[in-house]
């Protein structure tokens, strides 16, 4: 790949000084290699954006809601390539990498929606209590956005930004993870073809150096960050020395709470789901498990007996069986590494590990499906972010101790609540501090609800008309009648 970059509307060759290794992490084999942009092209991309934005920020909202149909459309439209890309490099299952490419169509679509109802919000009168004045409202760009995305969904929190921001009506600068830096070049291949207007989508690949360069870009009117703490909190950093807004998807350690009685074959569903759906590696995996007691002895073998029936195995497109996996390889020999140290720390703290605990003996970066049980709550397995397939079960008596346990974390993004009785999920869902909670469900995400967290999981929400405000700038215009 020569040209990986996107900037005024051409493809551009990097000129960066890092090469960026493309990997199958289920071979642990590179399959492609492209060189990052330089700081210098981060400039040019900002610059381009900079100078597109008068344009595309007075543009007609229908306009704007054309061109994201035209994304949604043209996402379909190679559906196909996009799931390989996503198996060869994430090591996502089919069937997980599908659903990614539902999830970006959705997304466009929905924003192309919302754009087009746009023009009718601007200039909405406002009611006043005092008399002799009017007032009406505007919604405006923000301006020109950075966006920083991981590799853990790459086409999904890159289409998270992008819709939304264009249609405000800002321009942007994406910054794709090193890992995955080629699934988002779709985007600009897309925005190429639509003919969008040059400046108005640029892509810059590169690692934390292009990232940082992007973050400190004093011509960037708001960042939009999704990744670690450790990372968010510098992109925060860069942020405020600009007094300049940022929304930020940050990690978690979400809690799955399983009362008495819940049937047991559908709990064992969600809490898989909640911890196996792309090898662990979900800002909202559901890796801390409270069991009631009553069902506690019932629930767990049966929990441990699943997870080791869980197929593990190569999601690549030759391989033959890769129709028939369950789950696929981490995504990164980096990610492998972590994960593998957390193991060893439940084999030093002696946890009763009762499923996996082991990387697996094969090619590839894999790890087997992982459960400890009545882990202690002082563990750092119990509280740290492990971003892998290892789950942490402790059991509780009442209501109230799930609840004290689930919320005692310095994270808030998720919960999921399984329970027959539903007054009691429901009373249990508003006391969790966290941005989402299921209630007897996968973890289903719909674009039209909101998606961030509480605590240290972020800054803001992504997704629905809350998606589309966090590039919004309001304007009151105030009139003296008199
Ligand atoms: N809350 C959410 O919606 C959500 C969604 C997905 C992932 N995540 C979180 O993402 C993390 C995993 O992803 P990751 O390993 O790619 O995260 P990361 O923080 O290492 O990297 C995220 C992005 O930041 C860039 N980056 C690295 N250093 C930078 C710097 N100094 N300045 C600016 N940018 C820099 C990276 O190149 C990458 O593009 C997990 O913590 C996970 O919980 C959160
Ligand atoms: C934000 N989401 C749900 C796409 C992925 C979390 O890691």
Same mark, same amino acid.
């Given at each position: 790949?020569?040209?990986?970059?996107?900037?005024?509307?051409?493809?551009?060759?990097?000129?960066?000084?890092?090469?960026?290794?493309?990997?199958?992490?289920?071979?642990?084999?590179?399959?492609?290699?492209?060189?990052?942009?330089?700081?210098?092209?981060?400039?040019?991309?900002?610059?381009?954006?900079?100078?597109?934005?008068?344009?595309?920020?007075?543009?007609?909202?229908?306009?704007?809601?054309?061109?994201?149909?035209?994304?949604?459309?043209?996402?379909?439209?190679?559906?196909?390539?996009?799931?390989?890309?996503?198996?060869?490099?994430?090591?996502?299952?089919?069937?997980?990498?599908?659903?990614?490419?539902?999830?970006?169509?959705?997304?466009?679509?929905?924003?192309?929606?919302?754009?087009?109802?746009?023009?009718?919000?601007?200039?909405?009168?406002?009611?006043?209590?005092?008399?002799?004045?009017?007032?009406?409202?505007?919604?405006?760009?923000?301006?020109?956005?950075?966006?920083?995305?991981?590799?853990?969904?790459?086409?999904?929190?890159?289409?998270?930004?992008?819709?939304? @921001?264009? /249609?405000?009506?800002?321009?942007? $600068?994406?910054? +794709?993870?090193?890992?995955? =830096? #080629?699934? !988002?070049?779709?985007?600009?291949?897309?925005?190429?073809?639509?003919?969008?207007?040059?400046?108005?989508?640029?892509?810059?690949?590169?690692?934390?150096?292009?990232?940082?360069?992007?973050?400190?870009?004093?011509?960037?009117?708001?960042?939009?960050?999704?990744?670690?703490?450790?990372?968010?909190?510098?992109?925060?950093?860069?942020?405020?020395?600009?007094?300049?807004?940022?929304?930020?998807?940050?990690?978690?350690?979400?809690?799955?709470?399983?009362?008495?009685?819940?049937?047991?074959?559908?709990?064992?569903?969600?809490?898989?789901?909640?911890?196996?759906?792309?090898?662990?590696?979900?800002?909202?995996?559901?890796?801390?498990?409270?069991?009631?007691?009553?069902?506690?002895?019932?629930?767990?073998?049966?929990? @441990?007996? /699943?997870?080791?029936?869980?197929? $593990?195995?190569? +999601?690549?497109?030759?391989? =033959? #069986?890769? !129709?028939?996996?369950?789950?696929?390889?981490?995504?990164?020999?980096?990610?492998?590494?972590?994960?593998?140290?957390?193991?060893?720390?439940?084999?030093?703290?002696?946890?009763?590990?009762?499923?996996?605990?082991?990387?697996?003996?094969?090619?590839?970066?894999?790890?087997?499906?992982?459960?400890?049980?009545?882990?202690?709550?002082?563990?750092?397995?119990?509280?740290?972010?492990?971003?892998?397939?290892?789950?942490?079960?402790?059991?509780?008596?009442?209501?109230?101790?799930?609840?004290?346990?689930?919320?005692?974390?310095?994270?808030?993004?998720?919960?999921?609540?399984?329970?027959?009785?539903?007054?009691?999920?429901?009373?249990?869902?508003?006391?969790?501090?966290?941005?989402?909670?299921?209630?007897?469900?996968?973890?289903?995400?719909?674009?039209?609800?909101?998606?961030?967290?509480?605590?240290?999981?972020?800054?803001?929400? !992504?997704?629905?008309?809350?998606?589309?405000?966090?590039?919004?700038?309001?304007?009151?215009?105030?009139?003296?009648?008199?």
């Amino acid at each position: 790949m020569n040209t990986p970059h996107y900037i005024a509307g051409r493809w551009a060759a990097g000129e960066g000084t890092e090469i960026l290794s493309v990997v199958d992490p289920a071979l642990a084999q590179p399959f492609a290699e492209l060189r990052a942009a330089s700081t210098a092209q981060v400039d040019q991309a900002v610059a381009a954006a900079r100078q597109a934005l008068p344009a595309w920020k007075s543009s007609a909202p229908a306009e704007r809601a054309r061109y994201l149909s035209g994304f949604a459309a043209a996402i379909g439209g190679r559906r196909d390539a996009l799931i390989e890309l996503q198996m060869r490099n994430n090591g996502k299952p089919r069937h997980e990498a599908e659903v990614d490419i539902d999830d970006a169509v959705a997304t466009f679509a929905y924003y192309a929606d919302l754009a087009a109802g746009l023009a009718d919000q601007q200039n909405r009168p406002v009611a006043l209590a005092a008399p002799g004045f009017s007032s009406h409202t505007r919604l405006e760009a923000i301006g020109v956005v950075g966006l920083i995305v991981p590799w853990n969904f790459p086409l999904v929190t890159s289409a998270w930004k992008i819709a939304p @921001a264009l /249609a405000a009506g800002c321009t942007l $600068v994406l910054k +794709p993870s090193e890992v995955t =830096p #080629l699934i !988002e070049l779709a985007y600009g291949q897309i925005a190429d073809e639509l003919g969008l207007p040059a400046g108005v989508l640029n892509i810059v690949g590169g690692k934390a150096e292009v990232g940082a360069a992007l973050s400190a870009h004093p011509q960037i009117d708001k960042l939009s960050f999704t990744g670690s703490n450790a990372v968010g909190s510098r992109v925060m950093h860069s942020a405020a020395e600009h007094c300049r807004p940022v929304t930020l998807e940050l990690g978690g350690k979400s809690a799955i709470i399983v009362f008495d009685e819940c049937d047991v074959d559908q709990a064992i569903e969600w809490i898989i789901a909640g911890i196996c759906w792309n090898a662990g590696q979900m800002c909202s995996a559901t890796s801390r498990l409270l069991i009631q007691n009553g069902i506690a002895d019932t629930l767990l073998p049966r929990l @441990a007996d /699943a997870l080791n029936a869980v197929r $593990v195995g190569n +999601p690549h497109v030759g391989n =033959p #069986l890769n !129709e028939e996996i369950d789950m696929g390889p981490l995504s990164s020999e980096a990610q492998w590494h972590k994960v593998g140290d957390y193991l060893a720390i439940g084999q030093q703290e002696q946890l009763n590990c009762l499923a996996g605990g082991q990387p697996l003996a094969r090619q590839g970066w894999f790890v087997a499906p992982t459960l400890y049980a009545d882990v202690p709550t002082d563990s750092r397995l119990w509280n740290e972010e492990i971003f892998g397939p290892v789950l942490c079960a402790r059991r509780f008596d009442s209501e109230a101790q799930a609840i004290d346990l689930a919320n005692d974390s310095r994270f808030g993004l998720v919960a999921t609540v399984a329970s027959a009785d539903l007054q009691r999920a429901e009373r249990v869902a508003a006391a969790l501090e966290v941005g989402h909670v299921w209630i007897n469900s996968v973890q289903a995400v719909f674009v039209e609800t909101s998606w961030g967290g509480t605590k240290g999981s972020g800054i803001g929400r !992504e997704l629905g008309p809350w998606g589309l405000a966090a590039y919004q700038s309001v304007k009151h215009v105030t009139r003296c009648l008199g």
